[in-house]
Structure formats: C-alpha cells, structure tokens
C-alpha cells in the first residue's frame, strides 16, 4: 500500500508527530506562530478520547500539562517567545519533579513581544537557561516540515525515557512553510511509552535511584499513591535539605542528560569530507546554507555544511573536530550570535569562527552565507 | 470511639510545620473526616496545593499528592481532572496562593466549573514568608509590608468564587471546627467547582502585629464574627455591621467542566 502523503505546514506536522507518538492531552494558549499546532490538536484529540483545553495563560498550559503527565499522559503544549518566557516557570518545575512533556516553541523575535511574527532563531539560550536553577535541557530544531513530524515523534521519545521536559524548536519559517510530508506508517518510526514501576503499590518511591538514574513513574489514580513538589525532593518524593543527598539528586538529573549525548544528539555532514569552508546551522537557515554550499563547490570552494539538529545538549565533540580540520566556521543564525558563542567554546580557539547575525525579521538568504564563503576562504 | 485520623496520614510525615495555635491542622482534620464520610479511595484522591503554609497539607496526606509552584494548584489540578475525570481532586492552599499570584487560575477554575473542590484557608496574610500584606488582609491592618497600616482594600474570597462561575461556595472557620467536615462533604458532593473558605488564624505572623494577645483571642474572634447563613437572613445591615456569613452561600447546578468535554468527544467522533 502507498503511504499517505499530504501538503502540510510546519505546525500542523507538528501536531501529527505528537498524534503518532501517543499523545493523548493538549494544553495550550493562543500565541503566533504556533497557534496551528493548539487548532489541528483541538480537532484532532477528542477523536481519539484525547483532551485539549485551553488555559486562561501560558502558566496555567504548562501547569496543566504537567497534571496530565502525572496521570500518566503523553503531554504537549505549544508556545512562541513571549509564551516560553512564562513558561519558564514550571518548565523547572517539570525538571525537578522529573515529569515528561513536549514543549513545541515557534521561534519569533524578542526580546518581549518583539516583532510579530518575523522569523527568528534567539530562543535557543532561553531553552537552555531560561529557567532558574542547575538543569538539564534537551532542544530539537527542525528544518523541514517532514522532520518537524519526526523530531516531535522523537521529542516524545526522550521525554518519556528520561523523564523530563524536551523542547521541540522550529523557527517561523519551518513553522509556517508547507511541504510534502510522507506520513510513516505505524510502527515506522520507534515510539517510547514511559517505563511502569516493576514495584507494588507499597514498595514503590517516585524517585527511587535503585532502578537507575531514571527511575519509573507511576501515574495519578493506576493504584500508586505517592508525592511530587518542585522542592528538592528524596527517593520518596518528599521535601529534603540533606546536604549531600540535595547534591548527589541534582547532579543525577543533569547526568540524565550528559551520560546519554550520543542517544539524544543528532546533526547532518553533508559535503564536510574535504571542506575547507564549514557552514554550522540549524533550522530554515540551514537550508540557505545548504544552499550556499552548492554554489560554493560549484566555484571551486571546498565548502561543507554541519547541521545542528539536537540544539542542546550541544554536539559539543563533533563541533570540536570540524574545527580542528577546517580553515574557517561560517554560523548564519536569526540572532546576535547565540549559536555562534557555544561553536566559539567547541572550537577553543583551533579555528576562526564567523557569524552572520540577522535579526530584522527577514531569513538569511543562500547569497549572503555565499559572500561571506568567498571572503574567508 | 475516636475517629482514627491516621488511616489518612502518610506515615512518617508527622510532625507538621504550622505553629502552635495555627488553624490549618483543624482545617486538615474536618478535610480528613470529610474523605473518610464520603468513603473516597485514598488513590483515586488527588490533592493538590500551591506555595505555603496551608499548601504543605498534601504532603502530610496519604493519597496521591501534588505540591505545586505558588498559586499554581488549581491550573495542575484542572490538568488532572481532565485526564482522569475520575478521581476526586481536592485543592488546598492558603489566601496569598489563591487570590494573588493564583487568581487568574482560580477565577478560571470557577468559570469552568470544573468538578473539583478547592478548601482556601483564609489566615489574612502570607505566613511562610514572614506576614507580609495579602489581597485578603483587611485595609489598614498591619504586616511586615504594611508598617503604617494596611492601605488595600480586601478581596472577599466568596463573593470573588460566586461572580468567577463556581456553582457551590461555602465559608466556614477554624473555630468551628465541627462545620468545617460538613460543608466539605457538601463540597466534594457537588457536581461542578466548589469552593470552601475557611477563616483561620496565623497568631505569628498576623495575631502579634495586629494586637491579639493569644491564640484563644484570635480563635474567640473567629467565632464572634462568624454568623450562620440561616440568622443571617433575619439580621439588619446594622447588625451585620463586621460579621462574616458562614454556611453554604452558594448552590447552582449547571453543566460541569469534564462532563461537557465528554460531550465534545461524542461530537468529534460522529
């Protein structure tokens, strides 16, 4: 049988990817540019006994999506610039209670409400440090509207194996833009459901580090009673102040992340084999790199492009390598340089790093990475 | 026999952090009797707070218990609620939690009228961070904020939840301790959101600043201005002059929160 294909927006695959990785609840608040993913969700989940419900704010989304997880739910909620800022918030929250969920963030301009609704790239750091506090971060951002469906598949996946919130970040135009998207089947892609406590009832702890550093969660009403807070917490769930036990669980909960890079990060090499020139983006701007690479090769320049696909935790070792063997890094990013500043701290001063900032609301177009290959080869 | 609250205590939580002569345990308490008449299963009971003093009671609870972020509760528990329309969801939480930072999410809560009971404990003042001004803390009362006496006129907690849309609303106070199981029992009962205030004490943070001597006082104050609804009714404006009306104030059957999302699913899948 043929697969499906469709014509489809960045945000309505958005939605799709959440649909076919099981969710089963959306809470969410109107906000450009990522209102679609809240109206395909609207319609889509109570076909299937899903839940939607829109908040009276942002906070309440993302409170309201935490409760959901606690029942067990796989969660979305779905946000832009100023909404992530009230997010912030309880994305803690969801850290340190340890509560899966999928935050997809359309990224505009900023800071504040910016200006509506240009494309733009500047919340990278704002999923990474937004919310107070020590913690980990996993943010994916997508460049096409086919790996929009499967970044937010894959979101899901890593939001439910370790056990926190995964950040979904499709700038504007990968929001907005329509492409053909050919649907996996069932089964195509790997789907990831929450690990069940292998303990009754009475023996069970929502934080119990006996099973590894991500321990089981149980759901809300499945027979398990137990207790969640945004203190720092014990095995039991309960609020501790234990010096060491308060140090150990925080670097634990980092470690989710940092012992597992190579499962969660992902980039694409494309013509980096006998680069000279290497072109680091992500998202739209990637595609005018891509772009740019072409022309280059096609005047003679070795030129290559590393696309960043998992933002953080940043491929910190690979962006390593490429500095040791090319001359020069280009970072075309819709901001003043945020990507450029962890590429810079990869490089460690083993090759220069160029940026080309633009934030006027207007894409980085393929000429203007293509000069700036011709001026640093 | 003596009503065995343990059954519905988490074992090991004990002791409380709330000061001698704080009315929250006997809030807790008339909360546990309620669930204990109303037979609710202790894991299909979520219990659900914010930031505070009062919003520690969760944890002390032997049910499935989320402690939020500050005035967050009833935004989580409506994420709850929705996802498994079939547990009990109780919130808990203090007059700071509720009506400041949390009031946006409570007055939508009412709104919705989504089917769960929210019990605000009414001490007149944010007690956890040392007694600074609430939106419920009378004009010119003093608070570690308010030196020169208090200049914010006051919310009233169930005028506030009956114009926001919740279908039940009832006040009672930690002096009447009896009452407090009563109304909950009705609360819970009720097919929609129901609000219970009760009025309670903080002897540290409000009584020392505001001129009670002991607790006895702010607790004799209690139940001197309380009035129940039915003596209420024959009472002048005059002699209600600084009473407070207890009792339920409130009661309106409509269409509940959870209940007409199922309808919503029956029409999205015709």
């Given at each position: 049988?043929?697969?499906?294909?469709?014509f489809?927006?960045?945000n309505?695959?958005?939605?799709?990817?959440?649909?076919?990785?099981?969710?089963?609840?959306?809470?969410g608040y109107?906000?450009?540019p990522?209102?679609?993913?809240a109206?395909v969700?609207?319609?889509?989940?109570?076909?299937?006994?899903?839940?939607?419900?829109?908040m009276?704010?942002?906070?309440?989304a993302?409170?309201?999506?935490?409760g959901?997880?606690l029942?067990?739910?796989?969660?979305?909620?779905?946000t832009?610039?100023?909404g992530?800022s009230?997010?912030?918030e309880?994305?803690?929250?969801?850290?340190?209670?340890?509560?899966?969920?999928?935050?997809?963030?359309?990224m505009?301009?900023?800071?504040?409400?910016?200006?509506?609704?240009?494309?733009?790239?500047?919340?990278v750091?704002?999923a990474?440090?937004?919310?107070?506090g020590?913690?980990?971060?996993?943010?994916l951002?997508?460049a096409?509207?086919?790996?929009?469906?499967?970044e937010?598949?894959?979101?899901?996946?890593?939001?439910e194996?370790?056990?926190?919130?995964?950040?979904?970040?499709?700038d504007?135009?990968?929001?907005h833009?329509?492409e053909?998207?050919?649907?996996?089947?069932?089964?195509?892609?790997?789907?990831?459901n929450?690990?069940?406590?292998s303990v009754g009832?009475a023996?069970?702890?929502p934080?119990?580090?006996?099973?590894?550093?991500?321990?089981?969660?149980?759901?809300?009403?499945?027979g398990?009673?137990f207790?969640?807070?945004g203190?720092n917490k014990?095995?039991?769930?309960f609020?501790?102040?234990k010096?060491?036990?308060v140090?150990?669980e925080?670097?634990?909960?980092?470690?989710k992340?940092?012992a597992n890079?190579?499962d969660?990060?992902?980039?694409?090499e494309?013509?980096?084999?006998?680069a000279?020139?290497?072109v680091?983006a992500f998202?739209?701007?990637?595609?005018?790199?891509?772009?740019?690479?072409?022309?280059?090769r096609?005047?003679?320049?070795?030129?290559?492009?590393?696309?960043?696909k998992?933002?953080?935790p940043?491929?910190?070792?690979?962006i390593?390598?490429?500095a040791?063997?090319?001359?020069r890094?280009?970072?075309p990013?819709?901001?003043?340089?945020?990507c450029?500043?962890?590429?810079?701290?990869?490089a460690?001063?083993?090759?220069?790093?160029?940026?080309?900032?633009?934030?006027?609301?207007?894409?980085?177009?393929?000429?203007?990475?293509?000069e700036?290959?011709?001026?640093v080869? | 026999?003596?009503?065995?609250?343990?059954?519905y205590?988490?074992?090991?939580k004990?002791?409380h952090?709330?000061c001698p002569?704080?009315?929250?345990g006997?809030?807790?308490?008339?909360?546990?009797?309620?669930?204990?008449?109303l037979?609710?299963?202790k894991?299909?009971?979520?219990?659900?707070?914010g930031?505070?003093c009062?919003?520690?009671l969760?944890?002390?609870m032997?049910c499935?218990t989320?402690?939020?972020?500050?005035?967050?509760?009833?935004?989580f528990?409506?994420?709850?609620?929705?996802?498994?329309?079939?547990?009990?969801?109780i919130l808990?939480?203090?007059?700071?939690?509720g009506?400041?930072?949390?009031?946006?999410?409570?007055?939508?809560a009412?709104?919705?009228?989504?089917d769960?009971?929210?019990?605000?404990?009414?001490?007149?003042?944010y007690?956890?961070?040392?007694?600074?001004?609430s939106?419920c803390?009378?004009?010119?009362?003093?608070?570690?904020?308010?030196?020169?006496?208090?200049?914010d006129p006051?919310?009233?907690v169930a005028?506030?939840?009956?114009?926001?849309?919740?279908?039940?609303?009832?006040?009672?106070?930690?002096?009447h301790a009896?009452q407090?199981?009563?109304?909950?029992?009705e609360a819970i009962?009720?097919?929609?959101?129901?609000v219970?205030?009760?009025?309670?004490?903080?002897?540290?943070?409000?009584?020392?600043?505001n001129?009670?001597?002991?607790?006895?006082?702010?607790?004799?104050?209690?139940?001197?201005?309380a009035?129940p609804?039915k003596?209420?009714?024959?009472?002048?404006?005059?002699q209600?002059?600084?009473?407070?009306?207890?009792g339920?104030l409130y009661?309106e059957?409509?269409?509940?929160?959870?209940a007409?999302?199922?309808?919503?699913i029956?029409?999205?899948?015709?």
């Amino acid at each position: 049988m043929a697969k499906k294909v469709a014509f489809l927006q960045g945000n309505e695959a958005a939605a799709q990817g959440a649909l076919y990785a099981g969710c089963t609840f959306f809470g969410g608040y109107p906000i450009t540019p990522s209102t679609e993913v809240a109206e395909v969700m609207s319609n889509e989940l109570p076909k299937i006994g899903g839940k939607f419900i829109q908040m009276e704010d942002e906070i309440g989304a993302m409170a309201s999506v935490i409760g959901a997880s606690l029942t067990g739910a796989k969660v979305l909620t779905a946000t832009s610039g100023p909404g992530l800022s009230l997010k912030q918030e309880l994305i803690g929250y969801a850290c340190i209670a340890e509560t899966p969920c999928v935050i997809v963030n359309v990224m505009r301009g900023g800071p504040s409400t910016g200006m509506p609704t240009g494309p733009s790239q500047s919340d990278v750091m704002c999923a990474k440090w937004g919310t107070h506090g020590d913690h980990a971060a996993i943010c994916l951002t997508p460049a096409s509207v086919q790996e929009l469906f499967e970044e937010t598949v894959r979101a899901f996946n890593l939001a439910e194996k370790y056990r926190m919130p995964v950040m979904v970040m499709p700038d504007e135009i990968v929001a907005h833009m329509r492409e053909r998207i050919v649907f996996p089947e069932p089964g195509e892609l790997e789907v990831v459901n929450r690990t069940a406590p292998s303990v009754g009832p009475a023996e069970y702890k929502p934080y119990d580090t006996s099973f590894g550093d991500v321990p089981p969660l149980a759901a809300f009403g499945s027979g398990y009673k137990f207790h969640v807070t945004g203190l720092n917490k014990g095995q039991d769930g309960f609020p501790t102040t234990k010096a060491a036990w308060v140090q150990a669980e925080e670097e634990r909960q980092i470690r989710k992340v940092d012992a597992n890079v190579d499962d969660i990060v992902q980039f694409e090499e494309y013509e980096l084999a006998d680069a000279e020139v290497a072109v680091v983006a992500f998202g739209s701007t990637s595609r005018s790199a891509r772009f740019a690479v072409n022309e280059a090769r096609k005047q003679g320049i070795k030129a290559g492009l590393f696309r960043i696909k998992t933002f953080w935790p940043f491929p910190d070792k690979q962006i390593a390598a490429l500095a040791g063997k090319v001359k020069r890094i280009i970072t075309p990013e819709m901001n003043l340089g945020m990507c450029t500043g962890e590429v810079k701290r990869c490089a460690e001063g083993k090759t220069e790093v160029v940026g080309i900032f633009r934030v006027d609301g207007e894409p980085i177009n393929p000429g203007q990475i293509l000069e700036k290959i011709k001026e640093v080869k | 026999m003596s009503f065995d609250y343990d059954k519905y205590i988490r074992p090991g939580k004990l002791p409380h952090i709330w000061c001698p002569g704080c009315g929250h345990g006997i809030v807790m308490k008339g909360m546990i009797r309620a669930i204990d008449t109303l037979g609710l299963k202790k894991e299909e009971t979520a219990i659900v707070s914010g930031i505070g003093c009062a919003s520690r009671l969760p944890g002390y609870m032997d049910c499935c218990t989320l402690h939020t972020a500050h005035g967050r509760a009833a935004a989580f528990a409506t994420g709850v609620k929705m996802a498994k329309p079939e547990m009990n969801v109780i919130l808990v939480g203090g007059d700071g939690d509720g009506t400041a930072i949390g009031g946006n999410h409570f007055i939508h809560a009412c709104r919705r009228n989504i089917d769960m009971t929210y019990i605000i404990m009414n001490n007149n003042i944010y007690g956890m961070t040392g007694g600074q001004f609430s939106p419920c803390t009378p004009t010119g009362a003093k608070a570690s904020t308010t030196p020169y006496g208090n200049p914010d006129p006051a919310f009233d907690v169930a005028k506030l939840a009956i114009g926001a849309g919740a279908t039940f609303v009832a006040r009672g106070t930690a002096y009447h301790a009896t009452q407090i199981d009563k109304l909950i029992v009705e609360a819970i009962q009720h097919k929609g959101f129901s609000v219970v205030e009760i009025l309670d004490d903080c002897p540290t943070t409000y009584g020392r600043r505001n001129k009670f001597k002991s607790v006895i006082e702010m607790m004799n104050r209690l139940k001197e201005i309380a009035v129940p609804i039915k003596a209420a009714e024959k009472m002048s404006a005059e002699q209600l002059e600084g009473k407070v009306i207890t009792g339920v104030l409130y009661k309106e059957e409509r269409p509940h929160y959870t209940a007409e999302y199922a309808k919503v699913i029956e029409r999205a899948q015709k």
